[in-house]
Protein backbone atom coordinates (compact mmCIF):
# COMPACT_ATOMS: atom_id res chain seq x y z
CA UNK A 1 0.00 0.00 0.00
CA UNK A 2 1.20 3.51 -0.68
CA UNK A 3 1.03 6.74 1.55
CA UNK A 4 -1.58 9.10 1.04
CA UNK A 5 -2.77 11.88 3.27
CA UNK A 6 -5.71 10.22 4.59
CA UNK A 7 -3.55 7.72 5.91
CA UNK A 8 -2.17 9.64 8.77
CA UNK A 9 -4.96 12.71 8.91
CA UNK A 10 -7.47 12.47 11.02
CA UNK A 11 -10.87 11.24 10.18
CA UNK A 12 -13.00 13.23 8.51
CA UNK A 13 -10.68 16.27 8.21
CA UNK A 14 -9.27 17.62 5.30
CA UNK A 15 -5.27 17.61 4.26
CA UNK A 16 -5.09 21.10 5.43
CA UNK A 17 -8.14 23.63 6.61
CA UNK A 18 -8.10 27.77 6.62
CA UNK A 19 -6.73 27.46 9.98
CA UNK A 20 -3.89 25.31 8.91
CA UNK A 21 -2.85 27.88 6.20
CA UNK A 22 -3.01 30.93 8.61
CA UNK A 23 -0.72 29.33 10.83
CA UNK A 24 2.00 28.54 7.58
CA UNK A 25 1.13 32.13 6.55
CA UNK A 26 2.37 33.21 10.40
CA UNK A 27 5.16 30.97 10.25
CA UNK A 28 6.36 31.90 6.50
CA UNK A 29 6.16 36.07 7.67
CA UNK A 30 8.15 34.91 11.25
CA UNK A 31 11.09 32.71 9.20
CA UNK A 32 10.98 35.61 6.06
CA UNK A 33 11.88 38.17 8.28
CA UNK A 34 14.74 36.23 10.16
CA UNK A 35 16.13 35.74 7.10
CA UNK A 36 16.71 39.54 6.52
CA UNK A 37 19.74 38.63 9.06
CA UNK A 38 20.67 35.19 8.59
CA UNK A 39 21.16 34.74 5.16
CA UNK A 40 21.57 31.72 3.12
CA UNK A 41 20.66 29.27 5.94
CA UNK A 42 17.54 28.74 5.65
CA UNK A 43 16.89 25.27 7.19
CA UNK A 44 18.59 26.57 10.06
CA UNK A 45 16.13 29.76 10.19
CA UNK A 46 12.98 26.79 9.82
CA UNK A 47 14.41 24.60 12.74
CA UNK A 48 14.32 27.97 14.81
CA UNK A 49 10.86 28.85 14.48
CA UNK A 50 10.24 25.31 14.84
CA UNK A 51 11.60 25.08 17.69
CA UNK A 52 9.88 27.66 19.44
CA UNK A 53 6.64 26.66 18.05
CA UNK A 54 7.01 23.33 19.83
CA UNK A 55 8.30 24.30 23.28
CA UNK A 56 11.33 23.25 22.66
CA UNK A 57 14.87 24.58 23.61
CA UNK A 58 17.93 24.88 20.86
CA UNK A 59 21.57 24.11 21.23
CA UNK A 60 23.23 26.00 18.21
CA UNK A 61 26.86 24.32 18.21
CA UNK A 62 29.46 25.96 15.87
CA UNK A 63 32.60 28.26 15.37
CA UNK A 64 32.89 31.89 16.20
CA UNK A 65 31.81 34.14 13.66
CA UNK A 66 29.03 32.21 11.74
CA UNK A 67 25.59 33.80 13.10
CA UNK A 68 24.91 31.89 15.92
CA UNK A 69 23.90 34.95 18.49
CA UNK A 70 22.54 36.69 15.50
CA UNK A 71 19.94 33.51 14.76
CA UNK A 72 18.85 34.14 18.26
CA UNK A 73 18.63 37.59 17.82
CA UNK A 74 16.30 37.76 14.79
CA UNK A 75 14.04 35.07 16.52
CA UNK A 76 13.47 37.68 19.46
CA UNK A 77 13.42 40.69 17.49
CA UNK A 78 10.94 39.28 15.36
CA UNK A 79 8.41 38.39 17.82
CA UNK A 80 7.04 41.02 20.05
CA UNK A 81 8.62 39.12 23.04
CA UNK A 82 10.80 40.27 26.41
CA UNK A 83 14.53 38.20 25.53
CA UNK A 84 17.21 38.34 27.93
CA UNK A 85 20.95 37.62 27.37
CA UNK A 86 23.21 36.23 29.38
CA UNK A 87 27.00 35.21 28.87
CA UNK A 88 28.01 32.20 30.76
CA UNK A 89 31.13 32.78 32.11
CA UNK A 90 33.46 30.23 34.84
CA UNK A 91 32.79 32.51 38.02
CA UNK A 92 28.75 32.96 36.32
CA UNK A 93 26.39 31.89 40.35
CA UNK A 94 23.31 30.48 39.83
CA UNK A 95 22.03 33.72 41.61
CA UNK A 96 22.89 35.27 38.32
CA UNK A 97 21.01 33.84 36.49
CA UNK A 98 18.00 32.71 38.39
CA UNK A 99 17.34 35.56 40.99
CA UNK A 100 17.73 36.44 44.36
CA UNK A 101 15.77 37.22 47.55
CA UNK A 102 17.03 40.60 48.89
CA UNK A 103 16.31 42.08 52.22
CA UNK A 104 14.61 45.40 52.44
CA UNK A 105 15.70 46.61 55.70
CA UNK A 106 12.96 49.71 55.35
CA UNK A 107 10.32 47.31 54.77
CA UNK A 108 12.13 44.70 56.88
CA UNK A 109 11.29 41.70 54.18
CA UNK A 110 13.01 39.45 51.99
CA UNK A 111 12.00 40.80 48.22
CA UNK A 112 12.44 38.36 45.30
CA UNK A 113 14.97 40.07 42.52
CA UNK A 114 14.24 38.20 39.07
CA UNK A 115 17.19 36.96 37.20
CA UNK A 116 17.18 36.95 33.71
CA UNK A 117 15.71 33.82 33.12
CA UNK A 118 12.14 35.83 33.41
CA UNK A 119 11.69 36.90 29.97
CA UNK A 120 10.27 35.24 27.31
CA UNK A 121 13.52 34.12 24.99
CA UNK A 122 16.85 33.27 26.81
CA UNK A 123 19.91 33.53 24.82
CA UNK A 124 22.46 31.12 27.06
CA UNK A 125 25.92 32.61 25.04
CA UNK A 126 28.64 30.42 25.33
CA UNK A 127 26.98 28.24 27.67
CA UNK A 128 29.82 25.53 28.17
CA UNK A 129 31.66 27.68 29.91
CA UNK A 130 29.73 27.68 32.92
CA UNK A 131 30.28 25.42 35.72
CA UNK A 132 27.98 22.59 36.37
CA UNK A 133 26.71 23.89 39.42
CA UNK A 134 25.47 26.72 37.16
CA UNK A 135 24.34 23.92 34.33
CA UNK A 136 22.35 22.61 37.13
CA UNK A 137 20.43 25.18 37.83
CA UNK A 138 18.98 25.14 33.91
CA UNK A 139 17.76 21.95 34.70
CA UNK A 140 14.26 23.60 36.54
CA UNK A 141 13.90 26.39 34.16
CA UNK A 142 13.76 24.06 30.80
CA UNK A 143 12.11 21.04 31.88
CA UNK A 144 9.39 22.52 34.55
CA UNK A 145 9.64 26.23 33.23
CA UNK A 146 9.73 27.67 36.69
CA UNK A 147 12.24 28.75 39.35
CA UNK A 148 12.53 27.99 42.88
CA UNK A 149 14.38 30.07 45.56
CA UNK A 150 14.57 29.53 49.38
CA UNK A 151 11.56 26.83 48.73
CA UNK A 152 9.35 29.32 46.80
CA UNK A 153 8.28 28.21 42.95
CA UNK A 154 8.37 31.40 40.62
CA UNK A 155 6.49 30.66 37.40
CA UNK A 156 8.28 31.43 34.16
CA UNK A 157 6.32 33.86 31.68
CA UNK A 158 4.88 31.86 28.32
CA UNK A 159 6.25 31.21 25.95
CA UNK A 160 9.69 30.36 27.00
CA UNK A 161 12.82 29.18 25.38
CA UNK A 162 16.70 28.82 25.92
CA UNK A 163 18.48 29.46 22.81
CA UNK A 164 22.09 28.64 24.21
CA UNK A 165 25.40 28.50 22.15
CA UNK A 166 28.49 26.70 22.74
CA UNK A 167 32.08 26.70 20.40
CA UNK A 168 33.23 22.80 19.59
CA UNK A 169 36.73 24.15 18.94
CA UNK A 170 38.19 25.85 21.93
CA UNK A 171 38.03 23.29 24.78
CA UNK A 172 39.98 25.15 27.45
CA UNK A 173 38.16 26.36 30.09
CA UNK A 174 35.02 24.75 29.19
CA UNK A 175 32.75 22.36 30.91
CA UNK A 176 31.40 19.52 28.92
CA UNK A 177 27.41 19.44 29.19
CA UNK A 178 25.90 16.63 31.31
CA UNK A 179 23.61 14.09 29.65
CA UNK A 180 20.38 14.80 31.52
CA UNK A 181 20.91 18.69 30.51
CA UNK A 182 21.69 18.14 26.66
CA UNK A 183 18.23 15.78 27.23
CA UNK A 184 16.60 19.15 27.84
CA UNK A 185 17.14 20.67 24.52
CA UNK A 186 14.56 19.74 21.59
CA UNK A 187 16.57 20.46 18.88
CA UNK A 188 20.73 21.27 18.07
CA UNK A 189 21.81 22.41 14.72
CA UNK A 190 24.99 23.80 13.77
CA UNK A 191 24.88 26.95 11.29
CA UNK A 192 28.36 25.90 9.01
CA UNK A 193 30.05 28.61 6.76
CA UNK A 194 27.41 30.58 4.08
CA UNK A 195 28.03 30.03 0.65
CA UNK A 196 29.72 32.77 -1.53
CA UNK A 197 26.40 34.37 -2.62
CA UNK A 198 25.36 34.64 1.02
CA UNK A 199 28.56 35.60 2.51
CA UNK A 200 28.59 38.16 -0.41
CA UNK A 201 25.19 39.51 0.84
CA UNK A 202 26.27 39.77 4.27
CA UNK A 203 28.83 42.11 3.14
CA UNK A 204 25.82 44.28 1.57
CA UNK A 205 23.17 44.30 4.36
CA UNK A 206 25.74 43.83 7.29
CA UNK A 207 28.82 46.13 6.46
CA UNK A 208 27.06 49.53 6.96
CA UNK A 209 25.38 48.73 10.42
CA UNK A 210 23.11 46.30 12.42
CA UNK A 211 20.39 45.07 10.44
CA UNK A 212 19.05 42.90 13.74
CA UNK A 213 18.14 46.54 15.01
CA UNK A 214 16.49 47.54 12.27
CA UNK A 215 13.78 44.16 12.30
CA UNK A 216 10.54 45.13 13.46
CA UNK A 217 7.94 42.23 15.09
CA UNK A 218 5.72 40.24 12.88
CA UNK A 219 3.77 37.86 15.64
CA UNK A 220 3.00 38.85 18.98
CA UNK A 221 3.07 37.03 22.05
CA UNK A 222 -0.81 35.89 21.55
CA UNK A 223 0.10 34.94 18.19
CA UNK A 224 3.47 32.60 19.63
CA UNK A 225 0.74 31.19 21.95
CA UNK A 226 -1.86 30.48 19.63
CA UNK A 227 0.79 28.66 17.05
CA UNK A 228 1.98 26.81 20.01
CA UNK A 229 -1.52 25.54 20.92
CA UNK A 230 -2.71 24.99 17.06
CA UNK A 231 0.70 22.55 17.18
CA UNK A 232 -0.76 19.92 20.38
CA UNK A 233 -3.64 19.74 18.27
CA UNK A 234 -2.32 18.28 15.09
CA UNK A 235 -3.25 14.66 14.89
CA UNK A 236 -1.21 11.88 14.95
CA UNK A 237 -2.52 8.65 13.41
CA UNK A 238 -1.99 5.18 16.13
CA UNK A 239 0.40 4.07 13.03
CA UNK A 240 3.10 7.22 13.46
CA UNK A 241 2.78 6.42 17.02
CA UNK A 242 4.15 3.13 17.11
CA UNK A 243 6.89 4.21 14.37
CA UNK A 244 7.97 6.76 16.93
CA UNK A 245 8.26 3.78 20.02
CA UNK A 246 9.35 1.72 17.31
CA UNK A 247 12.18 4.15 16.69
CA UNK A 248 13.00 4.67 20.36
CA UNK A 249 12.98 0.42 21.14
CA UNK A 250 15.45 0.07 17.70
CA UNK A 251 17.72 2.54 18.81
CA UNK A 252 17.88 0.55 22.72
CA UNK A 253 18.62 -2.53 20.65
CA UNK A 254 21.29 -0.62 18.89
CA UNK A 255 24.94 -2.81 19.47
CA UNK A 256 26.85 0.78 19.32
CA UNK A 257 24.74 2.40 21.75
CA UNK A 258 25.34 2.33 25.58
CA UNK A 259 22.53 4.73 26.17
CA UNK A 260 19.15 4.76 24.19
CA UNK A 261 16.54 6.82 23.45
CA UNK A 262 14.05 7.98 26.62
CA UNK A 263 10.56 8.22 26.38
CA UNK A 264 11.45 12.17 27.01
CA UNK A 265 13.11 11.91 23.45
CA UNK A 266 10.27 10.01 21.95
CA UNK A 267 7.93 12.72 23.15
CA UNK A 268 10.42 15.70 22.18
CA UNK A 269 9.97 13.93 18.54
CA UNK A 270 6.45 13.62 17.93
CA UNK A 271 6.50 17.72 19.38
CA UNK A 272 9.01 18.62 16.64
CA UNK A 273 7.01 16.75 13.67
CA UNK A 274 3.61 18.10 14.90
CA UNK A 275 5.38 21.65 14.68
CA UNK A 276 6.92 20.87 10.94
CA UNK A 277 3.97 19.28 9.77
CA UNK A 278 2.08 22.49 11.46
CA UNK A 279 4.48 25.23 9.20
CA UNK A 280 3.76 23.00 5.73
CA UNK A 281 0.27 24.00 6.32
CA UNK A 282 -1.60 20.59 7.46
CA UNK A 283 -3.28 19.48 10.32
CA UNK A 284 -1.96 15.92 10.38
CA UNK A 285 2.05 14.33 10.73
CA UNK A 286 3.60 12.03 8.47
CA UNK A 287 6.45 9.70 8.80
CA UNK A 288 8.19 12.46 6.58
CA UNK A 289 8.19 14.83 9.60
CA UNK A 290 9.61 12.25 11.90
CA UNK A 291 12.38 11.69 9.22
CA UNK A 292 13.03 15.16 8.76
CA UNK A 293 13.30 15.92 12.61
CA UNK A 294 15.15 12.97 13.79
CA UNK A 295 18.22 14.08 12.54
CA UNK A 296 18.10 17.20 15.21
CA UNK A 297 16.07 15.60 17.90
CA UNK A 298 18.05 11.97 18.51
CA UNK A 299 21.90 12.17 17.85
CA UNK A 300 22.69 14.70 20.90
CA UNK A 301 20.46 12.50 23.32
CA UNK A 302 22.58 9.42 22.37
CA UNK A 303 25.38 7.61 24.29
CA UNK A 304 28.18 5.77 22.20
CA UNK A 305 29.90 2.58 23.46
CA UNK A 306 33.86 2.86 23.76
CA UNK A 307 34.41 0.12 21.24
CA UNK A 308 32.04 2.23 18.61
CA UNK A 309 33.39 5.79 19.20
CA UNK A 310 36.97 4.23 18.68
CA UNK A 311 35.69 2.80 15.10
CA UNK A 312 34.62 6.15 14.07
CA UNK A 313 31.29 5.77 14.69
CA UNK A 314 29.07 8.69 15.32
CA UNK A 315 25.77 9.90 16.72
CA UNK A 316 24.64 10.87 13.50
CA UNK A 317 25.69 7.66 12.03
CA UNK A 318 23.86 5.79 14.34
CA UNK A 319 20.79 7.52 14.29
CA UNK A 320 20.56 7.49 10.72
CA UNK A 321 21.07 3.16 10.47
CA UNK A 322 18.14 3.51 12.98
CA UNK A 323 16.02 5.25 10.65
CA UNK A 324 16.91 2.82 7.95
CA UNK A 325 16.50 -0.17 10.26
CA UNK A 326 12.62 1.18 11.25
CA UNK A 327 9.68 0.01 8.76
CA UNK A 328 8.14 3.07 8.01
CA UNK A 329 4.36 3.35 8.20
CA UNK A 330 2.72 3.00 4.91
CA UNK A 331 -1.06 3.04 5.62
CA UNK A 332 -3.96 3.77 8.60
Not at 65 to 77: M, P
Not at 215 to 226: A, E, I, K, S
Request: aromatic share 6%; hydrophobic share 45%.
Amino acid sequence: MTITPDSFSSPGSAASNPSSRRFADLFEALTANMARVIRGKQEAIDLTAICLLAEGHLLIEDVPGVGKTSLAKALSASVECQWRRVQFTPDLLPTDLLGVNIWLKAKEVFEFQPGPVFGNVLLADEINRASPKVQSALLEVMEERQVTIDGKTYPLPAPFMVIATQNPVEQEGTYRLPESQLDRFLLRISLGYPGREAEVAILDTHGQGNVVHELRPVLTTNDVLGMIEAVKTVHLAPALKHYLVAIAEASRRHPSLALGLSPRATLQLARAARSRAAASGRDYATPDDVKAMAPYVLPHRLMLRHEASAAGQTREHVTADVLATVPVPTAR
